[in-house]
């Protein structure tokens, strides 16, 4: 794990007009290869401290810096590269195409990147264990199947931070399992982890915890 954050946030506002903060004055880093757990009560700002850090969100004040890149001093065309080079997202409503196959779904993430490779795909598939399920559409999978094809589809271009908002939310236990198990994985395989939570179960095996209050950081801890 380099010394360097893999993101780092300084003093990061982000105020929607006629709004309240969502998030207000936010320092922080996150390092190279660590896994952080970002959790907090609902309208905390996490998720619009997930967005700042992929690039969705601009801040209104301050700044948001990945891999040593500011996100508001690129234009445009480069924050789409930044993340479809070097950011995994991971969504809790899944956000698959609903007429695509599995391996279909995770393909589109690489036709974004580069070109589509369907052997490349299945294997991503594989090592979240639903190779078998490639040719089924989403409403034929589990919810912890749909979960499982939306982190091969973050990972399928080997992205070197991953942001996941809420990625066991809709799971019974068996999957939450299994997700919580593939996030281990990835964590040992040196990805940067941000996952936003509020199980306290998955937030313990991270390194590095920030809860959330009224857009600040409440409180911050380091294991």
Not at 9 to 23: I, K, P, Q
Request: include cysteine.
């Amino acid at each position: 794990m380099s010394d360097a954050p893999a993101l780092a946030l300084t003093s990061a506002s982000r105020r929607y007009e006629g709004e309240a903060y969502a998030l207000h004055d936010v320092t922080l880093d996150v390092r190279s290869g660590e896994w952080i757990a970002v959790t907090g009560p609902s309208g905390s700002g996490k998720s619009t401290l997930l967005n700042l850090m992929g690039g969705l969100d601009l801040a209104t004040s301050g700044s948001c810096r990945i891999l040593g890149q500011d996100w508001a001093l690129l234009t445009d065309g480069d924050r789409a590269r930044m993340r479809r080079e070097n950011v995994g997202f991971v969504f809790q409503q899944f956000h698959l195409i609903p007429y695509l196959t599995a391996v279909e779904n995770v393909m589109l993430a690489q036709h974004f990147h580069s070109l589509a490779d369907r052997p490349e795909a299945l294997r991503a598939l594989a090592d979240v264990g639903l190779e078998p399920l490639a040719t089924r559409l989403p409403k034929q999978l589990s919810g912890g199947e749909r979960q499982r094809v939306c982190i091969a589809r973050a990972l399928i271009n080997r992205p070197r931070v991953i942001l996941a908002d809420e990625p066991t939310g809709n799971l019974d236990e068996e999957n939450e399992n299994a997700v919580t198990r593939l996030l281990g994985e990835l964590h040992r395989a040196g990805h940067t982890l941000v996952v936003v939570t509020h199980d306290p179960e998955v937030a313990a095996l991270a390194q590095h915890h920030v809860r959330l209050a009224h857009g600040r950081i409440a409180q911050e801890e380091h294991r």
